[in-house]
């Protein structure tokens, strides 16, 4: 069974990074089963994807986020990063790291992560 | 861009039917995958591929998708169904993922 855990700083100030870490237990991120992505979920709001990433191509991100999104993989620590640049008080969310095939249907989501951006 | 159109709201009775629509240009044309998501948990994938239920979900919830409607039906509606659901697509001509703004069910 793939479970997935999100980490990170749960707080980060204003103009500056934001990074998760989703680590992956159950199975091998390198495996080609799944599609690694990201989506958040500002409090009270619905849910809006982030991007994500194969093990092989480039990433695909959300185009409101492009400019300042990456997300990578690192097949030797079964982990996979968020970094969003430039964080703004808009950025303040729940951010989920979920394993999805490639139109976007996944079973497998971690618990979350709160992130609040605030000086 | 893409935009999918869901009902703030919906509220049925216990043991009725709900029926929570989503609505985009040509949608029937698209995958459409429906998410519950209880208050303070993760979103639960209840309908893949138009009509698909993953292992167990139950027969209750069913999916339907033609035209520029989908749609996710819930049968003889129970108390632990009261959530949020979201539908979504892949938006294949520009490669993002689009979800609609999500139905609060209310089980009255």
């Known amino acids: 069974q793939v479970q997935l855990q999100e980490s990170g700083p749960g707080l980060v100030r204003p103009s500056q990074t934001l990074t998760l870490t989703c680590t992956v237990s159950g199975g091998s991120i390198g495996s080609g089963t799944y599609y690694w992505s990201w989506i958040r979920q500002p409090a009270g709001k619905g849910l809006e994807w982030v991007g994500r990433i194969y093990t092989s191509g480039s990433p695909n991100y959300n185009p409101s986020l492009k400019s300042r999104v990456t997300i990578q993989l690192d097949t030797s620590k079964n982990q996979f990063s968020l970094k969003l640049t430039s964080v703004i008080a808009a950025d303040t969310a729940v951010y989920y790291c979920?394993?999805?095939?490639?139109?976007?249907?996944?079973?497998?989501w971690g618990q979350g992560a709160q992130v609040t951006v605030s000086s | 861009s893409y935009a999918l159109t869901q009902p703030p709201s919906v509220s049925v009775a216990p043991g009725e039917t709900a029926r929570m629509t989503c609505g985009g240009n040509?949608?029937?044309?698209?995958?459409v995958h429906w998410y519950q998501q209880r208050p303070g948990q993760a979103p639960l994938l209840v309908i893949s591929?138009?009509?698909d239920r993953p292992s167990g979900i139950p027969e209750r919830f069913s999916g339907s998708n033609s035209g520029n409607t989908a749609t996710l039906t819930i049968s003889g509606v129970e108390a632990g169904d009261e959530a949020d659901y979201y539908c979504h697509v892949w938006e294949s001509s520009s490669d993002y993922l689009v979800f609609g703004g999500g139905t609060k069910l209310t089980v009255l």
């Open positions: 591929y138009d009509s």
């Open positions: 979920a394993g999805m095939d490639y139109y976007g249907s996944g079973t497998h």
């Open positions: 040509n949608i029937g044309s698209k995958s």
